[in-house]
């Protein structure tokens, strides 16, 4: 057998993997993509063990730690994912950007801020004054 037939099959395999993390917006899709580019690695390192005729099999080895290890990864993901979903009711990643809690739809966003944390300096306590106001010092006056 030709080492190149499993190693175009295998880049193209990867090449579709990379083009679905890079252009998908869905977690999960992005998931399977990984996944998609984890299996062109193993594809790969089966194909070159055979070729090579390795007497210890180190790729056929080293395929049974990626499978491993894309199953841990596939349930920490799904996991991630569903606490995600739970928490914002959505998987689409332009969404989750921002790791800030949303503060929900009533309320001021100066009620939501931790009170324990002091004012950064120059914050207006007060009404707001304009430069002309600040520099005239006409502001001062009640």
């Known amino acids: 057998m030709h080492v190149v037939y499993p190693a175009v099959v295998s880049a193209l395999l990867f090449s579709i993997g990379v083009y679905g993390v890079l252009a998908r917006r869905n977690t999960i899709l992005v998931l399977m993509s990984v996944e998609l580019m984890l299996n062109a690695v193993n594809l790969n390192l089966v194909a070159f063990d055979v070729w ?3 007497r210890l099999h180190g790729g056929q080895v080293l395929t ?9 990864e596939v349930g920490l993901g799904l996991a991630i994912v569903l606490a995600l979903y739970r928490n914002r009711q959505t998987v689409d990643l332009d969404r989750l950007r921002s790791l800030a809690e949303s503060t929900g739809t009533g309320g001021d966003q100066a009620s939501s801020r931790d009170s324990s944390l ?6 207006a306590t007060g009404p707001a004054r304009s430069a002309s106001e600040t520099a005239t010092g006409s502001g001062d006056t009640p």
């Open 52 to 54: 090579l005729r390795d």
């Open 64 to 72: 049974l730690f990626v499978i491993v290890i894309a199953a841990a």
């Open 118 to 123: 002091p004012e950064p300096p120059g914050a």
